[in-house]
């Protein structure tokens, strides 16, 4: 009999999840395990395989469109079933992709005084119309970038099923020619704006919340002085075929931190403390957005080459929203690196259910004394938050220490 395949839960909290990309067509036969679709969510495009096997009847939601976790997505056929065999399957839930058409909109003209600085004008972009001209179709992705752009999807022509206009045909759209767009250059209003959240920033919203009032975190900060590790960075970018960075040492030196500390590579359950094998750590990236941390797995093994290519691979997914399902889950450990903005020292939110997250500041040159003597040297603060639940203040005090003796003699991050 016909076999429904449902939206899966591709990442955790979210409730909806659009189809970026099919990866099969009626006819084709698929096998458990077999690539199936591209799944968007808030924060990423997740490849989604096959879970059982058959031939495809119907594609219930077309490029584009976006149904609940648990709605109807394909339908699966045996041999001599029929299109009255997939209807019968569906019952109700045969109208999931029925075409949703944008709400027509009239422009409205927006005044904005001489005193306008232009970051305000551009700020408020996103919420020009989307339609000025007759009813059109699109699927829920293209309507919401076409918001957050400001593009007008009267002048777009569709490539999806029935001439929907879906994410791809709006690389070239062109943009609304409203006073908001006209006024970019203009000064500053003094006029308040409200920008609407998106999906993306009400997650990192609940996220956060969650973190902050359910989780004891504490604090502790170090410096660490980074003349020795600039040193060895530039002699690494002499022979290696990758650019390493600053950040890529840091995290290489997080990882052997908990080498020398493995009793702090540990995650908090309500039944019992997880102790990780693998050293695997999420590096935050920021993305137009919002925030996203893929993981880097079992970085102990991995040369600091090798750690760099893979997460400029990470970064450059993540601000294409093409990172998968499981490079944005697990880790027991983060690091945010806000030292590239001149910011000298901060502290982060934990990202449950991960025990600890590092925050890097910019290295500076300032006095120490070294051997008795005062000396300049450039020294970078880092602070470690913890979940005291996990992890006490002695064990965090010890990764720290080790964490800035692996920075001060950054030769032992290459043996």
């Known amino acids: 009999m016909a076999t429904i395949i449902r ?5 955790a909290g979210a409730n909806e999840a659009a189809i970026a990309k099919w990866l099969v067509k009626p006819g084709d036969s698929i096998s458990e395990g077999s690539p199936f679709a591209e799944l968007e969510t808030e924060k990423a495009v997740v490849e989604y395989n096959a879970e059982v096997s058959g031939t495809i009847g119907r594609l219930v939601i077309p490029e584009g469109g976006s149904g609940e976790i648990g709605a109807p997505i394909a339908v699966l056929i045996e041999a001599g079933e029929t299109d009255a065999d997939i ?10 992709a029925a075409e949703v058409p944008v709400v027509e909109a009239v422009a409205v003209a927006v005044e904005v005084p001489s005193a306008t600085p232009a970051v305000f004008a551009v700020a408020a972009a996103p919420t020009a119309v989307v339609s000025t001209g007759g009813r059109s179709f699109a699927s829920p992705i293209a309507r919401k970038i076409a918001r957050e752009r400001g593009l007008d999807l009267s002048a777009v022509q569709g490539t999806g ?27 500053v209003s003094e006029e308040t704006i409200e920008m609407p959240h998106t999906g993306m920033r009400k997650a990192i919203a609940r996220r956060l919340t969650e973190s902050k009032s359910t989780v004891p975190h ?16 530039e002699q690494i970018n002499a022979y290696s075929p990758v650019r390493v960075s600053v950040n890529d040492l840091v995290v ?3 990882a052997m931190a908990f ?29 137009e957005g919002g925030l996203v941390t893929p993981v880097v797995r079992n970085i102990t093994s991995k040369s600091v080459s090798s750690v760099s290519a893979e997460i400029k691979d990470l970064v450059g997914r993540a ?12 880790g027991s450990f983060s690091i945010s690196n806000l030292g590239m ?9 934990l990202n449950p259910p991960q025990s600890g997250i590092l925050a890097v500041g910019a290295a500076k040159e300032q006095p120490v004394v070294m051997d008795g003597q005062l000396t300049v040297a450039k020294v970078m603060r880092c602070t470690l938050s913890a979940d005291h639940r996990a992890i006490d203040g002695a064990l965090a005090a010890q990764w720290l220490a080790a964490f800035t003796d692996r920075i001060e003699n950054p030769v032992s991050l290459l043996i």
């Not at 070239?172 to 908001?180: D, F, G, M, R």
């Open 252 to 254: 290489k030196a997080a």
């Open 87 to 96: 209807d019968a399957a569906l019952g109700d839930e045969g109208g999931a």
């Open 161 to 187: 099923p029935g001439g929907r206009i879906v994410r791809r045909d709006l690389d070239s759209a062109p943009t609304l020619a409203t006073p908001v767009a006209a006024a970019v250059a203009e000064p």
């Open 259 to 287: 080498v020398d500390v493995p009793d702090a590579n540990v995650t908090w359950t309500d039944t019992a403390l997880i102790k990780h094998g693998t050293v695997d750590i999420s590096v935050a990236v920021s993305t």
């Open 7 to 11: 939206m899966p839960s591709v990442l």
């Open 218 to 233: 504490f604090y502790l900060t170090t410096e660490c002085k980074v003349d020795a590790l600039l040193a060895l960075r």
């Open 341 to 349: 903005y001149g910011t000298l020292e901060f502290a982060a939110i």
């Open 319 to 330: 601000q294409d929203k093409r990172l998968k399902q499981d490079e944005l889950e697990g």
